[in-house]
């Protein structure tokens, strides 16, 4: 019987909130061991949970940026285990109450077409400790960091809308995409940022039989997403066919391996109401505050980009696909670039060359002031698109302005008529082959034309005026 | 005993007309002073010292108050033992002491002793530095000779906290008017339930204390509570599943005691530790905790559903009634208390509804004598009525 995949996602992202969730300490784990704690995230007796406005604010505003309905109550509850890297016994996590409820995110399908994955739900939690094992000398020893313990986290469950491999993918990279542009986390697997498990199970295909679910985590790239959730339907399809029943387990990817690996029953802890945070009441008005707080979102700011600035839907897309992306490009047309040239340069060169050079919108030398300069000469004729190549590539590595480079290395369009005029005298006299062919009506003879005129002026030529010449000679 | 008395005297000196100028209080070591020993009664925090000082620790310094310490006390305040307190009040050596009241221990050490007490509305008194058990059913409390001063020092350790995100953030009660108040207590309800759990002594005891009362101008009727045999329950189950959690943080990994013996792996030497760490009866009262956390949470949510009725029934009774009356422990018939968490909850089962409630709750001496025993006479006002109990602990304590 053919089976199908079951997929469903819980990904943890952390806030980048400026202290943790319940305390004032930094929201930093780069730092030295234990540097960021307090009483109250050791949870020393009598300590108290605060919990954090910005947390409850950025938490909303992902939510509402994942098109979630924000629940006017919501609680924390006690997520009850032990573990060293727990503090207190119990974890603070939103199991009965959740911030927020049914959300989505559109995706372009295997097929082409747009694809809606439902979310579930959206709820609140602290992040744990971070455990080192190490060796002294041959006794094996534990270390916790409480650095990131009560870091502010949220945990986005997708409802088990997806199907394979590639949607779980694409499911990620949009996240990831909604989440940097609405700006509160910075939302990177790599950097455990941003950690998620696939909940997996198999179904004979066409029914809607629920079937035992295999955990599985450690994905730490979107790669490794495909590689392990594909691992895993594989091998559980075996399983099925030799006859084995599938345990409800928790499994590891491993990315060297290239398989999964049973690491534990999957445990399940009670969640107990916790009576010393109260209860979140969200009234209408601060739902309403933080969808106004809320930046236009990728697929809005397409819309706009086409009908304010006429971009075809492709260099809309493009132009609105990261926040910062957007941003920039905005500010560039702000400084009178006509928008489809300025859309056309940033992605077919600025952008490839950033990716060569390995940069960044924040760490990248040319602002947005810088190229509209540039491509305001290449507007008004006075550098062709062969020296606005040469000169966006020497932008990158010097801190001169477009005009120096230009001036410093003759880059300038010659548009002179008479100077023009003789170039194309001598190109013609020249090539009395091609004149004819041209004047026997064939056509390449004049692209042929135009291009060694081009080559004589060292490529500084404007190749629109040695056309018109042309022409008018031959006419 | 002189020696399970530690005193420290307040660093600051007097400012002259701070509110609680001249004034001793007495805190068990549930409470942190910063620098000083806080084990809270436990070999879980064998060694323990406070790094910070609990807020209403700073209230009543900056009013000019002189902190003391008393060594003794039940574990993590878990049960009433509070001997070595009344003794410090009684020899004079402090003016009030602080305790922990989670089922009652501060009025039933009260009672026992023949001084005042009084447990706040919960959630009027930061409990940011004090070590508990049940967070929903305890709050900070006051022992005293005299009543008179305790409106005084609630005025000055009430109110909002910046570091207790929980307390109540509306209007707090006025808690300088004074003996005005106490006229707005016209009609007192006495339930009819627990007296049938009286022994015929304690009975007649709680009678003439009722004829005394009306003889004094008030009006006394009988009440019915529904559901009344369900708040002791109801506080086992919560309270335990809270201290359940509340001690998962003695873990030994951070602070306090950890095990001498050498272990296998943490998850041993957790075990080995928390073994080693808890007492009796509260290593019971923390594994019923764990059941209905890990095997009966169905159990839990009856119960907290429960609770809210049980809290709209007595609110409910007390706009009928201006407050509800009854002793405050049962008499001689507890022989060896506080053996188990069954003889906690009996010794406690006239005071836990004020626990379940979060009502404040007062109690007077010298109204319910059995012979030579006080029991205590119990007063429950409605939630924030906190002044109007304490004008009229003063007007009772005037016998007029």
Redesign the interface.
């Known amino acids: 019987m053919e089976q199908e995949a079951v997929i469903g996602l819980e990904i943890h992202v952390e806030l980048n909130c400026a202290t943790k969730m319940f305390c004032d300490c930094p929201n930093d784990t780069s730092d030295d061991p234990n540097r960021n704690t307090c009483p109250i995230c050791l949870w020393f007796p009598g300590a108290i949970p605060r919990f954090s406005a910005e947390a409850l604010e950025k938490a909303a505003l992902t939510a509402l940026g994942l098109n979630c309905t924000l629940q006017p109550l919501s609680a924390f509850d006690q997520k009850v285990y032990y573990y060293p890297d727990l503090p207190k016994g119990y974890q603070l996590s939103q199991a009965h109450l959740p911030l927020a409820r049914n959300g989505w995110l559109d995706i372009v399908g295997e097929n082409g077409q747009t694809k809606r994955l439902r979310i579930q739900k959206i709820h609140m939690e602290e992040d744990v400790a971070k455990l080192v094992h190490e060796t002294e000398e041959r006794t094996p020893i534990s270390l916790v960091d409480f650095n990131r313990a009560g870091v502010p986290l949220i945990e986005i469950v997708t409802e088990p809308d997806i199907k394979s491999p590639y949607e779980a993918m694409e499911f990620v990279r949009t996240l990831r995409t909604q989440i940097r542009y609405i700006g509160t986390a910075e939302g990177s697997l790599e950097a455990g940022t941003m950690r998620m498990d696939a909940n997996i199970s198999l179904r004979p295909k066409g029914t809607d039989q629920l079937n035992t679910k295999v955990e599985v985590k450690n994905m730490n790239s979107i790669r490794h997403v495909g590689d392990a959730i594909g691992h895993e339907i594989s091998r559980q399809a075996a399983e099925l066919a030799k006859g084995e029943p599938i345990v409800l387990h928790t499994r590891l990817w491993d990315p060297v391996k290239n398989e999964t690996v049973a690491m534990r029953g999957k445990f399940e802890g009670p969640c107990v109401p916790d009576p010393a945070v109260p209860p979140i009441v969200l009234t209408e008005a601060w739902r309403n505050e933080m969808q106004m707080k809320l930046p236009e979102m990728p697929s809005v700011k397409a819309e706009r980009f086409v009908g304010q600035y006429r971009l075809t839907r492709e260099e809309a897309l493009m132009m609105s696909a990261e926040r910062d992306l957007s941003e920039y490009f905005e500010a560039v047309v702000q400084q009178n670039v006509s928008p489809r040239t300025a859309a056309h340069w940033i992605a077919t060169q600025l952008l490839p060359a950033m990716r060569e050079r390995d940069q960044g919108f924040a760490d990248m030398p040319i602002p947005p002031m810088r190229l509209a300069g540039l491509l305001a000469m290449l507007e008004k004729d006075e550098i062709n698109a062969n020296a606005t190549r040469d000169v966006l590539a020497r932008l990158f590595e010097t801190e001169q302005s477009p005009d120096q480079i230009i001036e410093r290395y003759g880059f300038r369009q010659v548009s002179d008529t008479n100077a023009l005029a003789a170039l194309v005298e001598s190109v013609l006299e020249a090539n009395p082959s091609a004149v004819n062919d041209y004047r026997n009506g064939i056509a390449k003879a004049a692209g042929f034309l135009i291009g060694q005129a081009m080559q004589a002026s060292k490529g500084k030529a404007n190749p629109k005026r040695i056309k018109e010449i042309l022409t008018n000679k031959l006419a | 005993m002189e020696s399970d008395v530690s005193i420290h005297c307040n660093a600051c000196p007097a400012m002259g007309s701070a509110p609680l100028t001249g004034k001793s209080f007495a805190v068990q070591h549930n ?2 002073v910063r620098g000083w020993r ?1 084990e ?1 009664g436990t070999s879980a ?1 064998k060694g ?1 010292v ?3 000082n ?1 807020t209403i620790v700073d209230r009543l310094r900056k009013a000019d108050a002189t902190i003391v310490a008393i060594d003794g006390m039940s574990e993590l305040g878990f049960g009433p033992d509070g001997n070595a307190a009344t003794a410090v009040l009684l020899q004079g050596r402090a003016d009030m002491v602080l305790m922990t009241d989670m089922m009652g221990e501060a009025r039933i050490t009260a009672a026992r002793t023949g001084i005042f007490a009084f447990k706040p509305t919960h959630g009027i008194v930061s ?5 508990g058990l ?3 059913m305890e709050c900070c409390s006051l022992l005293a000779r005299t009543p008179q001063e305790m409106a005084c020092v609630m005025g000055v350790m009430a109110g909002e906290d ?5 307390l109540y953030r509306g209007e707090m009660p006025d808690f300088t008017s004074g003996a005005r108040n106490a006229r707005l207590i016209r009609k007192i309800g006495v339930a009819r339930m627990p007296l049938s759990a009286l022994s015929k002594g304690e009975a007649g005891a709680f009678r003439k204390a009722l004829d005394r009362l009306g003889a004094m101008g008030l009006e006394v009727r009988d009440v019915d509570i529904a559901d009344q045999d369900l708040f002791s329950v109801v506080h086992r189950v919560i309270g335990s ?2 201290a359940s ?1 509340s ?5 030994g ?3 306090g005691y950890r095990t001498a013996a050498s272990m296998k792996n ?2 041993d030497m ?1 075990l080995q530790s928390r073994g080693e760490s808890f007492g009796m009866p509260l290593k019971a009262y923390l594994f019923q905790g764990a059941y209905f ?2 095997k009966n ?1 169905a159990a ?1 949510e009856n119960a ?1 559903r429960i609770r809210a009725r049980l809290v709209h029934n007595l609110e409910d009774l007390l706009t009928q009634v201006d407050v509800l009356i009854s002793p405050t422990r049962r008499g001689a018939a507890l022989k060896c208390p506080n053996k188990t968490v069954d003889d906690i909850y009996d010794e406690c089962a006239l005071t836990l509804s004020a626990n379940v409630t979060g009502l404040p709750a007062v109690q007077i001496p010298g109204y319910v004598m059995d012979g030579d025993a006080d029991l205590g006479l119990q007063v429950i006002g409605p939630r924030l009525s906190d002044a109007r109990l304490l004008s009229l602990a003063v007007s009772l304590s005037h016998g007029t």
């Open positions: 409470i942190s806080t809270a925090l323990f406070a790094v910070e609990a409990r940011y530095g004090w070590i049940a967070p929903s910046e570091r207790d995100f929980s599943v809270e959690s001690c998962g943080r003695y873990d990994v951070r602070y943490w998850n957790y956390q890990f949470y839990f907290a």
